[in-house]
């Protein structure tokens, strides 16, 4: 069994910046795929972006590319999202999600585990 944690979400104003972790327990973390994905109000959840099991692989979203990284401390079982740049747009509960496995995928199907979410609000 995983147990994922997200912490991190809040209110801050277009322009500006958030860092989100993703706290995880239960299996051997440094093996697995970590992605993050968001859900606003009335839409699907979307793929944000995915690092694999080292770090050593990321992937990115068209539409945050350049404004977010995605991190992990494999020794502290946690996964980073920092975001930059912040736009009204990005406002949406922002989730982490485990892959029982190390290729990197955005299709919510593939992983395995998830966080309960984090709100982040950006206002104008």
């Known amino acids: 069994q995983v147990q994922l944690v997200e912490s991190g979400g809040g209110l801050v104003q277009a322009g500006g910046s958030l860092r989100l972790s993703c706290a995880a327990s239960?299996?051997?973390?440094?093996?697995?795929?970590i992605g993050w994905f968001r859900q606003a109000p009335g839409k699907e959840r979307e793929f944000v972006a995915a690092?694999?099991?080292?770090?050593?692989?990321?992937s990115y979203a068209d539409s945050v590319k350049g404004r977010v990284t995605i991190s992990r401390d494999n020794a502290k079982n946690t996964v980073y999202l920092q975001m930059n740049s912040l736009k009204p747009e990005d406002t949406a509960v922002y989730y982490c999600?485990?892959?029982?496995?190390?290729?990197?995928?955005?299709?919510?199907?593939?992983?395995?585990?998830w966080g309960q979410g984090s709100q982040v609000t950006v206002s104008s």
């Open positions: 239960g299996r051997t973390f440094s093996m697995y795929t």
């Open positions: 999600a485990l892959r029982l496995g190390t290729m990197l995928y955005a299709a919510t199907t593939y992983y395995d585990y």
């Open positions: 690092t694999s099991g080292s770090g050593g692989s990321t």
